[in-house]
């Protein structure tokens, strides 16, 4: 069974600040597979990155992604308060759809 | 625009049988080339792939899950839906449908409804 272990479980950056958020899968998936999602409190979560460093339609240049193998990474730069957010990266392997735990950012 | 909106009643019995629908505007379900999602999120914790099912009619199951769900298609009124049977405690959740383009070189939710919560209590 494919697990994806997001680290830290949260995060607490300033405005303006870099952020890093790591997704490690338990054994080597695909890179076209890997996507990452925001979600803010009360709402269903946004599509933000495909193919493990595909920006979707309208998702700003700060969101950054990368990665293979078992390690991949969400960076966001220039942090705004409006990133605030909780972040899930996403697997597809065998037919089935796996989520990390996600990530909770904090921009104080 | 693709929007979808999740339907069905907010308060369910213990033992007895969830039913959600997703119904789907902006495009026609049967179009062709997406996998229509159901996922959950139990109350302040993550999210968890329950199902989906292809436009062809096509089923792909969480095993977690697989020998109390049913989703199906409703082609006459665009939509698609969803049934846990012998509910408990553990299924009250917030529960989104979602969209995701069945191409081989990626796989991705692209479209979510906003979610609908359905608690489990007597």
């Known amino acids: 069974e494919l697990v994806l272990t997001q680290s830290p479980g949260t995060l607490s950056l300033s405005p303006g600040q870099g952020a890093t958020l790591s997704c490690r899968a338990s054994q080597s998936v695909s890179n076209n597979y890997l996507t990452w999602y925001q979600q803010k409190p009360g709402q269903a979560p946004r599509f933000l990155i495909y193919?493990?460093?595909y920006r979707a339609t309208g998702v700003p240049g700060r969101f950054s992604a990368s990665g293979s193998g078992t390690d991949f990474t969400l960076n966001i730069s220039r942090l705004e308060p409006e990133d605030s957010a909780v972040y899930y990266c996403q697997q597809y392997v065998t037919s089935s759809f796996t989520f990390g735990q996600g990530t909770k950012l904090e921009i104080k | 625009q693709v929007l979808l909106q999740e339907s069905g009643p907010g308060l369910v019995k213990p033992s007895q049988t969830l039913s959600l629908t997703c119904s789907v505007s902006g495009d026609s379900i049967t179009t062709g080339g997406y996998y229509w999602n159901w996922i959950r999120q139990h109350p302040g914790k993550g999210l968890e792939w329950i199902g989906s099912i292809h436009d062809s009619g096509k089923t792909n199951y969480n095993p977690s899950l697989q020998t109390r769900l049913t989703i199906s298609l409703d082609t006459s009124n665009n939509s698609f839906s969803l049934r846990l049977s012998s509910v408990a405690a553990a299924d009250t959740a917030v529960y989104f449908c979602a969209r995701n383009p069945a191409a081989p070189l990626w796989q991705y939710m692209d479209v979510w409804g906003k979610g609908t919560t359905v608690t489990v209590s007597s």
């Open positions: 193919g493990a460093s």
